[in-house]
């Protein structure tokens, strides 16, 4: 594959594993193709690299229609797309944002369009762009489509896709039934579920004698230290009574579930992913779909009621070749489900000095649409802020805004300074996020 080397190179990677290998051999020569893989194991660049192989650059229409279960996974593809530098125009569109934003980004009609079902189906349903070139479907977490209840918007968008040549279905979990409407006739099925790698993962039962738990989740907080990782719930009320008991205790967390806003559920994922917090305080929405770096823990503070559930929380940590634990906090009259091994609880007396995150984040409003690069951003804080390298975190561009994460020591004095700057022909805001 022509500039393969170099598209890894640009992600960190040093080397495809050999599911990937496997699933780019057969989606090149292929129509239908089926990828049950573990989550973390990189099914997204699997099918990524392939496609974007057999794009047109001379076709202006959309090529290629990948299809997933939440607005989170919609993002994280599109930004995997952009981090290739394939050169093809990438759109995710997906429900919770104005569809005036989607109209504005789908007159310039990309190459590949990413999004939930019931969003796209807003657009076909209004004829917003030709669907006579679509050409490849990628089904990218089929199992949690179906489970979320997109199987009807689903059908309609298919039954409108006349000239697919190329389906791609991936899945995590074994069982997952594939209907008739997908029109998977005689696909090739690549199966990893079942490969055996050693495991890295730990799995702890911590103990609590309180049926609330808080104050022995704040135990194990202090116990573990200063590591990032997630705290699973399976209810949001459960998130809030954490929360403000997290906030009392002076112990800064980001929350995400599915009754915030879309818009807070980002922000929160983007200072998770730069530093800006190193706790998350989630529900099970978070154990798949999102783009999160590698966690060394994770704590399921409410147990799971399923199997799968409690297989995709402990995804989050211990993944390819790193270790990570599982944190199992019951409560001492609570019995364990029986897909939960049984451990001795252990020893959480031991106290680590929890300070605050050395990142903050600042909130810049501009963004791609403003011709705004990372480049230019960077060189406002170096040149007119003052930092050096070591003192730029990361940087996440979006459509029109941007977030960057500075030490938190230097976040007002920044923010003040730097506010209202020009990057390229656009004035703008800098506050603290």
């Known amino acids: 594959m022509k500039n393969q080397q170099e598209i890894l190179s640009k992600l960190n990677i040093d080397a495809l594993n050999p599911m990937q290998e496997e699933?780019?051999?057969?989606?090149?020569?292929?129509?239908?193709?089926?990828?049950?893989?573990?989550?973390?194991?990189?099914?997204?660049?699997?099918?990524?690299?392939?496609?974007?192989?057999?794009?047109?650059?001379?076709?202006?229409?959309?090529?290629?229609l990948i299809l997933v279960p939440s607005r989170e996974l919609a993002i994280q593809i599109?930004?995997?797309?952009?981090?290739?530098?394939?050169?093809?125009?990438?759109?995710?569109?997906?429900?919770?944002?104005?569809i005036s934003k989607d109209k504005i980004e789908l007159k310039h009609t990309p190459a590949i369009l990413i999004g939930t079902p019931g969003r796209i189906l807003d657009h076909f349903i209004a004829d917003r762009f030709t669907k006579n070139s679509i050409t490849t479907l990628v089904l990218d977490e089929f199992d949690k489509s179906l489970e979320v209840g997109f199987e009807e918007e689903m059908t309609e968008i298919l039954s409108d896709l006349a000239h697919l040549s190329k389906r791609i279905l991936t899945s995590a979990t074994e069982g997952v039934k594939i209907p008739k409407f997908v029109g998977m006739e005689n696909p090739r099925r690549i199966n990893y579920l079942k490969t055996e790698t050693p495991s890295q993962l730990t799995i702890k039962t911590v103990v609590s004698p309180d049926k609330?738990?808080?104050?022995?989740?704040?135990?194990?907080?202090?116990?573990?230290g200063e590591e990032p990782g997630i705290i699973f719930c399976n209810y949001k009320d459960s998130i809030e009574l954490i929360s403000t008991y997290?906030?009392?205790?002076?112990?800064q967390h980001e929350c995400f579930s599915g009754g915030m806003e879309q818009k807070d559920r980002e922000r929160a994922l983007i200072k998770f992913r730069n530093g800006s917090s190193r706790i998350l305080v989630a529900t099970d929405l978070a154990a798949r779909g999102i783009d999160i770096p590698e966690l060394k823990f994770i704590i399921h503070f409410e147990l799971p009621h399923h199997t799968e559930e409690f297989t995709h929380r402990n995804g989050r940590t211990a993944r390819v070749n790193e270790s990570g634990t599982a944190y199992v906090l019951r409560w001492d009259k609570e019995s364990l489900p029986e897909f939960i091994p049984k451990s001795r609880g252990i020893d959480i007396t031991k106290k680590t000095v929890i300070?605050?995150?050395?990142?903050?984040?600042?909130?810049?409003?501009?963004?791609?649409?403003?011709?705004?690069?990372?480049?230019?951003?960077?060189?406002?804080?170096?040149?007119?802020?003052?930092?050096?390298?070591?003192?730029?975190?990361?940087i996440e561009l979006k459509q029109d805004?941007?977030?960057?994460?500075?030490?938190?020591?230097?976040?007002?004095?920044?923010?003040?300074?730097?506010?209202?700057?020009?990057?390229?022909k656009k004035k703008v805001r800098i506050t603290i996020l």
Not at 78 to 96: P, T
Not at 212 to 224: A, C, G, N
Not at 402 to 415: G, I, R
């Open 78 to 98: 599109e930004q995997v797309i952009r981090n290739l530098g394939s050169g093809f125009k990438v759109n995710a569109i997906y429900g919770g944002r104005p």
């Open 246 to 251: 997290l906030a009392k205790q002076r112990l």
């Open 212 to 224: 609330d738990k808080l104050k022995t989740l704040e135990q194990l907080l202090r116990f573990i």
């Open 401 to 424: 805004c941007a977030f960057v994460a500075v030490p938190k020591a230097k976040a007002s004095q920044l923010s003040a300074q730097l506010n209202n700057s020009r990057l390229k």
């Open 23 to 64: 699933a780019i051999s057969v989606i090149t020569s292929t129509a239908n193709t089926i990828i049950l893989s573990p989550t973390g194991t990189g099914k997204t660049l699997a099918f990524l690299l392939p496609i974007i192989e057999l794009l047109d650059h001379d076709n202006p229409e959309v090529q290629v």
């Open 355 to 394: 300070g605050e995150p050395y990142w903050d984040t600042l909130f810049i409003s501009g963004g791609r649409k403003d011709k705004i690069s990372k480049g230019d951003i960077a060189g406002l804080f170096f040149k007119q802020g003052g930092l050096n390298k070591d003192q730029l975190g990361t």
